[in-house]
């Protein structure tokens, strides 16, 4: 029986690094928690920062990946960390990432035609639908319900006069990707009365500009191609409707961001709530840090506790159709990044 060497190069507990070698007897599974970084939260995949590698680790550490065939995760969750695997493990022909915009950093360790043709790259796209289809639903309650205003109050200890607050049922939500994080979004939002509307990547900027007038609420779920770049420009932005609320789980270059801040400035959008940005981290001198209307979180939606065993749920997965010969969950294409 030939035994297929899996290398887990990515923080993991002992628990789900056990469940990996349930998945069938031809796997040998390594993990030298040593030769990692300690992770600074749950499902912390990149580790400690200030790691580094004594030069006997180093050398264990490479030793420990030459003879990979699957590695899951890669070193910092980095580009460079990307590349060195792929260099230093000749055998390599399955890498699964743990995260969904995996097509991003493959881009971006500029591997040549040999390696990408060589590996077979799978994302962890759909795996963090949950949070952030919360996280989204979260943002649209936070304005629905005036949270800068109570935030404001309790700030200069004011008990202000009674005032009503909007509600979600009856109001209408466009959904900018219909993956499974805008499906998510859609199952929760029409759970709370709103009627959805969902736009895929397929169906063009006409279809965008034709819906987004109707919006109360938009949510951004795509992910960054070539096709998307700039979707939400600076002529869509100034058709949404007067008090709409948007909310970005996608990518931040998925959005002209100046135009974005321009309508949130002018009062012409009640709020925003933003996940990510067109430069991250985002620069000290953005004024979405000081727009009273603008909701930032440093690119963490995505983080859930559950985060590593739905991961490991993935991967184990597609450890069973690589062992079967059958197409991976995820997969990248190598031609698009995505």
């Known amino acids: 029986m030939e035994r297929v060497r899996v290398v887990i190069a990515t923080p993991l507990e002992a628990e789900l690094?056990?469940?990996?070698?349930?998945?069938?007897?031809?796997?040998?599974?390594?993990?030298?928690?040593?030769?990692?970084?300690?992770?600074?939260?749950?499902?912390?995949?990149?580790?400690?920062?200030?790691?580094?590698?004594?030069?006997?680790?180093?050398?264990r550490f490479t030793e420990l990946v030459r003879d990979a065939e699957v590695v899951l995760g890669f070193p910092g969750e980095a580009p460079p960390g990307l590349a060195w695997i792929v260099r230093n493990a000749p055998r390599l022909r399955f890498l699964q990432a743990t995260f969904a915009g995996a097509g991003q950093q493959i881009r971006a360790a500029q591997l040549n035609d040999e390696e990408l043709a060589r590996v077979m790259f799978a994302s962890s796209a759909g795996i963090h639908a949950t949070p952030l289809a919360e996280w989204s639903i979260f943002g649209i309650l936070a304005f629905t319900k005036s949270l800068p205003r109570l935030l404001e109050d309790k700030a200069n200890k004011r008990w202000a006069e009674h005032y009503p607050t909007d509600e979600l049922p009856g109001k209408n939500l466009l959904v900018v990707g219909m993956g499974s994080i805008g499906r998510e979004v859609a199952r929760l939002a029409e759970a709370f009365g709103m009627t959805v509307a969902g736009l895929r990547r397929s169906d063009g900027p006409e279809r965008l500009r034709e819906l987004i007038p109707g919006a109360d609420a938009i949510v951004v779920a795509v992910p960054l191609t070539d096709e998307t770049r700039g979707l939400i420009d600076r002529q869509t932005i100034a058709l949404m409707k007067q008090d709409a609320i948007f909310v970005n789980v996608g990518r931040g270059a998925v959005v002209d961001e100046q135009a974005l801040?321009?309508?949130?400035?002018?009062?012409?959008?009640?709020?925003?709530?933003?996940?990510v940005f067109a430069e991250e981290p985002l620069p000290a001198a953005s004024p979405l840090w000081t727009l009273d209307n603008v909701i930032v979180s440093p690119h963490t939606a995505a983080l859930s506790v559950k985060e590593n065993e739905r991961v490991v749920e993935r991967f184990a997965e597609n450890l069973r159709r690589y062992l079967a010969g059958q197409e991976l969950l995820g997969r990248v294409r190598t031609d698009l990044f995505y």
């Open 17 to 59: 690094v056990e469940r990996l070698h349930e998945v069938d007897e031809r796997l040998d599974v390594g993990l030298e928690p040593d030769l990692l970084p300690s992770p600074r939260y749950p499902s912390d995949h990149a580790g400690d920062d200030s790691f580094e590698r004594t030069p006997e680790q180093e050398a």
């Open 261 to 275: 801040i321009d309508a949130l400035r002018s009062g012409r959008l009640r709020g925003a709530a933003l996940d």
